[in-house]
């Protein structure tokens, strides 16, 4: 009974914490759910776009259901079934009604490690951490409007912030997109990431053999950091030394990994590349996806893009501001009128 009490306790406390970015997610989806009809309209070429998406930090997969409009986002993961000891495969579509159509014809590959997938009727973590964002991670879908089925969580343990692991996921998805629509001239490889997936976009393409550069057509970041420290110390200040301890000892983040600033002197000068800040973002300043932009113009990277969003933050960029997405739709709009074929 003291058990129980005490478990329920932490629970408690962690849903008071989660619920001022739960209040914020409830404004977003109002004004989400006014999405203008236009910016779902889809381009003339939109069969010949194939993406890669990379979600970011702590989301599954369907967290692309924001960026593909009416068509969302199809997620393979592996749910264990613990009555008799068994993995299985499924597959789960997630679609927004009122998502704007910003990517297209979203490539399907394996949810990522660091994302785990539940039954709340079978393999229920006993675990307040866990528990906690299990429910934030609930009322984030609700009042998004995503389904709430299967729940998720993070894996801390395997958790590397666009390190390693991360670059080797979406190298693996990348070439296995390439090798699916190499002999389909009708097909174009655009690849997206968003914040952590953003960053690790970069650092992959930037490790690319150059085989694979001719079947990229475009790459589409929004709010990449350029270090993983820089990003910690904007985030949380001079409290900056204990996360980053935290995440060394807890967590697969090593601060000797190569970061996207190093990365930035390998990234190839013949891909275009699109970036998409937001002024109001305090989670990933705009000065650090900048420093990523500075070091490719420096050396002579002449196909950069970007887009700065005046209303919007960092969680909110495809759903909040409805001037911002008139924006957000035009740029990559005009980006896919640009290079696809």
Known sequence: ?????????????????????ILKYVKMYYRFRRTKPELQEKIEKSER????????????RSQGAKYFGKDGITAKYRLLIPENDTITPRECKTSLQYAPQ?????????????IKHILPSSNFPLN???????????????????????????????????????????????YSCVHDYENDNN??????????????????????????????KLVILEAPFDTVPSAIEARFGRLSPIIEYILETFTSYKKIQQSPLDL???????????FIMAKNDKIVPMSLTENLIKSLRDRGHEKIHTLILKNSCHVDMPLGDTQDQIEYKRFVDTLYNKYIY
């Open 1 to 21: 009974m003291i058990k129980m009490i005490i478990w329920s306790s932490l629970a408690i406390i962690i849903i008071a914490l989660l619920s001022f970015p």
């Open 49 to 60: 776009i194939v993406t890669v998406f990379f979600q970011g930090h702590g989301a599954p």
């Open 102 to 114: 910003l990517l297209y014809n979203a490539y399907t590959y394996e949810e990522l490690t660091d």
């Open 128 to 174: 307040p951490i866990k528990i906690g964002c299990i429910i934030g991670n609930l009322f984030k879908s609700l009042f998004i409007g995503l389904p709430i089925t299967p729940l998720y969580y993070p894996v801390i343990e395997l958790d590397n912030i666009a390190g390693e692991e991360d670059i080797k996921q979406l190298n693996s998805a990348i």
């Open 187 to 216: 097909k174009n490889v655009v690849v997206f990431g968003c914040s952590r997936g953003a960053s690790t976009v970069f650092s992959t393409v930037a490790l690319l053999h150059k085989v694979i550069h001719k079947h990229i």
């Open 264 to 274: 930035s002197l390998k990234f190839p000068l013949d891909i275009p590349v699109a």
